[in-house]
């Protein structure tokens, strides 16, 4: 078991690059790190690290093993934890990062029936928009709308996120609804800053698709201040329907453009293949995926009252 915790912290090492780390990680001190490799050199050795104050960095050897060691750690913490959960509830802890804009008014109740399913999974939620690679995080999953930040991470999708520019009565009323993209120009634009396609914008109608920049008034990486700004009648925003979904449907935002349609990202779960903590959370994603299979409630709704098209044109 010693060679197996001297590996976990050889892979943990390389990921992060990072002694530190990699003992924050799996919560012992740094010297405990410091000393498995070292024991895992002499076994194979060869060094295994290139170490000076600025950088880790991989040896030749140590570049042949990683892949196979990474996955030794995973086949064999799976292994222990499905041995450990057989015949009585999964326990732990699962790391979990996620976007402000979904979580908040949508992700608690599907954090509290998948722990009626299983008490014994705690649940540590970090929140907030950056982008993150989850090994370097220290999380088992990332839940997000960007691609992953690396070939060594896995990314399943979990559901569309439409987009809709959105405005009240009152404002289109003093200003006037814009009716074609390039109109867009003569309004004050609230945008979220965080979309994969950063400041490209296109529009779908039929055959016709239109491209262009757009030069916020608002620019912040929070969705939920972007709502709140244009419900003081100041200007027209671009938010996601799960966002925009409620005010929509009570009129108090109305569609802007609603006979266009933008390219929609999807919302993925994101992880590294080689998850110390696999089993569980394999548990975890296939919950959330039954939860939003097909299109999402708040879009569902939006479509059977022709507020947005049931069109959906992903990146």
Known sequence: MDLLL??????????????????????????????????????????????????????????????ECADLVTRSQDLLDQMSDVGVNPKGVLRIHALTGFVLGRFASVLKEFQDLYPELRIHLNVNDEVVDPVAAGVDCALQIFPPASTELVSRPLFPVRRIFCATKDYLERHGAPRAPEELHQHKIGLYSRYPSRDRWTFHREDEQTTLSLQAAVLTNSVHVLREYAMEHTGIVCIPTFVAAPALLRGTLQPVLGDYVLTSFWFSAVYASTSRNAFRLRLFIDFIS??????????????????ISDRLITE
């Open 6 to 67: 001297n590996i976990e912290a050889f892979v943990r090492v390389a990921q992060t690059e990072n002694f530190s780390e990699a003992a924050r990680q799996l919560r012992v001190a740094p010297s405990v790190i410091t000393a498995r490799i070292k024991q895992l050199e002499e076994h194979v050795g060869q060094p295994l690290f290139h170490r000076t104050t600025r950088m880790v960095r991989l040896t030749e050897t140590g570049k042949t093993f990683v892949r």
């Open 290 to 307: 039954a939860q939003f299979k097909g299109d999402p409630a708040w879009d569902t709704e939006l479509i059977a009252k022709r507020i």
